[in-house]
């Protein structure tokens, strides 16, 4: 019988904030849940095209995943990302960013936010503004509608784009992450500079990281930021800033279009030192590490007891575990290395 803890409070008295300090003293504020693992587009860096999907009975209900997600509140987080897969394909997930909305209301969360591929985003942007999601992040790595479909094996640039102006409309912030590909994104680097800019929207840029076995060669999709960085300078003038935004990515300023680029680098410079986030997968597995196999089983305490203590304790034990860095290496010859996909948690 299934025993849902109560909505833990978000009182010190419930999880102190110690908890949520690791070893190495970085303070954990920031948690990415997923909510499924499932997608509606297979890109080529992400998945394989043939991919296998866990069983729906092995996936958090959307109580279980609020339930899971207020712990964390609790406990300290003040950033709370959704991710999946595709997090706009799960069935229920508007009546989770509803009923999250209250810990927003409250103060004990700072920002409830999403990334997502953009394909669901007209649908939902109205809704999501509604329950109090200031920004969201839409991956899209290309501005051509041949290279888009060839990259996502399926979509539809122009829903795509559709999306992103139904969020704009809707008062959302929008920053565009792009995965860096070689042969792909020195060709529209500029592009996607001048479109992002001309809208008032940020762009990243994310080096592809080796996570699950895609049916490509990982070395043939790698793009260094360093050498990205050294081809848009040649052409625009670039200011480091001090700004974050609670993730990895560091910021410049683009002194021609007084637009800000982002540089996430887990690949060529690691930034683990900082590193402040957790995941949480759709089967309720801690990961608190992206380039790591550790997991720690959330879904076990979180339905052992009605009063929430067993899952606080069980967060507060893998927090204690963070380990100091990731493995990511991108070589020829080997398997991936992590067997696990980028969709089972978002990146």
Do not use: W
């Amino acid at each position: 019988m299934l025993h849902a803890p109560s909505a833990p409070t978000t009182s010190a008295s419930a999880t102190s904030p110690c908890a949520m300090v690791d070893l190495f003293g970085r303070r954990v504020s920031y948690l990415r849940l997923s909510v499924t693992d499932r997608c509606d587009l297979r890109c080529l860096y992400c998945m394989a095209e043939d991919m296998t999907f866990l069983p729906r009975d092995q996936v958090l209900s959307i109580e279980e995943l609020d339930l899971m997600a207020s712990a964390f509140v609790a406990a300290g987080i003040t950033k709370l990302r959704i991710t999946g897969g595709e997090p706009l394909v799960r069935k229920g997930v508007m009546d989770l960013f509803a009923g999250l909305s209250r810990h927003l209301k409250s103060g004990a969360l700072k920002e409830l936010t999403l990334t997502t591929n953009g394909t669901q985003l007209a649908r939902h942007a109205e809704d999501l503004a509604r329950a109090g999601v200031k920004r969201v992040n839409v991956s899209l790595d290309t501005l051509d509608a041949e290279r888009f479909r060839a990259i996502t094996r399926r979509g539809s640039l122009g829903v795509v784009m559709d999306g992103i102006r139904a969020a704009l409309e809707a008062g959302l912030k929008v920053k565009l992450n792009a995965v860096a590909l070689a042969g792909v994104t020195p060709d529209e680097v500029f592009d996607l500079i001048h479109f992002t800019h001309g809208r008032g929207m940020d762009l990243t840029f994310i080096e592809t990281m080796p996570l699950g076995d895609v049916g490509v060669d990982r070395i043939d999709q790698y793009f260094p930021l360093d050498a990205l960085r050294r081809l848009i300078e040649a052409r625009l003038t670039l200011t480091d800033t001090s700004e974050r935004t609670g993730g990895p990515a560091r910021y410049t300023r683009v002194a021609e279009t007084g637009g800000r680029l982002g540089f996430i680098t887990p690949m060529s410079h690691s930034f683990c030192e900082s590193c402040n986030r957790v995941r949480v997968s759709a089967t309720g597995m801690l990961h608190t590490c992206l380039g790591q196999e550790d997991a720690f089983d959330l879904k076990a305490p979180l339905r052992a007891s009605a009063d929430g203590a067993a899952l606080r304790a069980a967060i507060a034990g893998a927090i204690r575990a963070k380990p100091r860095g990731h493995d990511f290496v991108i070589a020829r010859v080997g398997t991936p290395a992590l067997a696990r996909h980028m969709s089972a948690l978002g990146g």
